[in-house]
């Protein structure tokens, strides 16, 4: 069964500093990924998606991750971390038609 | 130009009461959804729709109808409300099963 580990309910990063955020996956199949942003009361936006063509994927706001089939990864990173980025996180995997797996959720804050 | 919609944004009623939630999208979508967010952000399906035909029902109370009067409408209306069903309501809608979705801004229900 299709399932998505984020690791870390939070992470705190400072301003400027390097965003890892972690997310690991278990598909039968070949998976679609993505990476969706929450900012506070407000809806999910899409940052980026996986679908089988390169494996460096670039999303908007400077964010960009790296599939890795052998890890069974999709890492969201960004290099340098604004106030702006703080926001709930979600990844998720393609489960069958018309469904996704969804991350648990992590949590960005930035330090000043 | 609002690409999925709700009304309300905010719902504030009593136990046992039926309240209704409405969703629209204008991206010409052929697939729609109902997700529930809890207060730990996690995110559950409820419902999912293509081509108004009902195709994924998790384990929701039947008191939770979803109606799909056409692609671009997919209301939920909500019988005997419980405390438990205080939560965030999001709509979304894809094109395909596999497609990333896009969500529309969410429905504060709050029970009381």
């Known amino acids: 069964a299709q399932s998505v580990t984020q690791l870390g309910s939070h992470v705190s990063v400072s301003e400027g500093a390097l965003v890892l955020l972690r997310c690991n996956y278990s598909s039968s199949v070949p998976p679609y990924l993505f990476w969706y942003v929450q900012y506070p009361n407000q809806g999910l936006q899409l940052l980026l998606k996986y679908t089988s063509a390169a494996t460096l994927v670039k999303g908007i706001n400077g964010f960009e991750a790296e599939f890795k089939k052998s890890e069974t990864s999709f890492h969201l990173t960004k290099p340098s971390a604004h106030m702006s980025d703080a926001a709930e996180y979600f990844c998720a995997v393609t489960h069958s038609n018309y469904q996704l797996i969804w991350g648990a959720g992590t949590k960005l804050i930035i330090k000043p | 130009d609002t690409a999925v919609s709700q009304t309300p944004k905010y719902l504030v009623t009593q136990m046992g009461n039926d309240k209704s939630i409405k969703c629209e999208q204008n991206?010409?979508?052929?697939?729609m959804y109902w997700y529930k967010q809890d207060s730990k952000k996690f995110l559950k399906i409820m419902f999912s729709y293509n081509n108004k035909e009902l195709i994924i029902n998790e384990t929701v109370p039947n008191r939770f109808s979803p109606k799909s009067p056409d692609k671009a409408h997919l209301n939920l209306h909500i019988n005997s409300l419980e405390l438990g069903d205080s939560a965030v309501y999001f709509c979304a809608s894809s094109q395909g099963g596999k497609n990333e979705q896009f969500f529309g801004p969410g429905t504060r229900l709050t029970v009381l």
């Open positions: 991206l010409g979508h052929d697939t």
